[in-house]
């Protein structure tokens, strides 16, 4: 038995434009600021995951290409799944390094929690044709 589920299509389309403004800014300051971001790395207590994955400022402008070129696609609608894929198989790694294990940064790591489920959502959910 298959449950019917009515979603407004203009709310699917408002989740996805909102959810990909953190990645188009967090990319382009990852790429702006390089230093800066390493800076993050290597204070943080958790900053071997990034070591495990290579040079933190590789990683950097690495993550910075793919955040803005995934967080574009996400935004417009193009392959929203996969961009959402790769949304979080960036944003994952980032969380466990920068966030976790940090009290003062309790925010910022439930913010990357619910970025993580408006990722899930599309990853889970055929918004692509909901939307033709």
Sequence with gaps: ???????NR???QLLRILVSGIFL???T???LNIEKTAQRIEQASFKG???????????IVLSGIVMVTAGFLFLIGYRTKWAAIILMMV???ITLTVQVGQITTLGPLFKNVAILGGLL???LNDT???LK
């Design 121 to 123: 959502f599309f990853t």
């Design 1 to 7: 038995m298959t449950t019917k589920i009515l979603i």
């Design 29 to 31: 300051n990852h790429l």
């Design 25 to 27: 800014v967090a990319g």
């Design 128 to 130: 692509d044709n909901l």
């Design 49 to 59: 995951i990034a070591y495990f994955f290579g040079e933190p400022e590789l990683l």
């Design 10 to 12: 203009r709310s699917i």
């Design 91 to 93: 944003l994952i790694p």
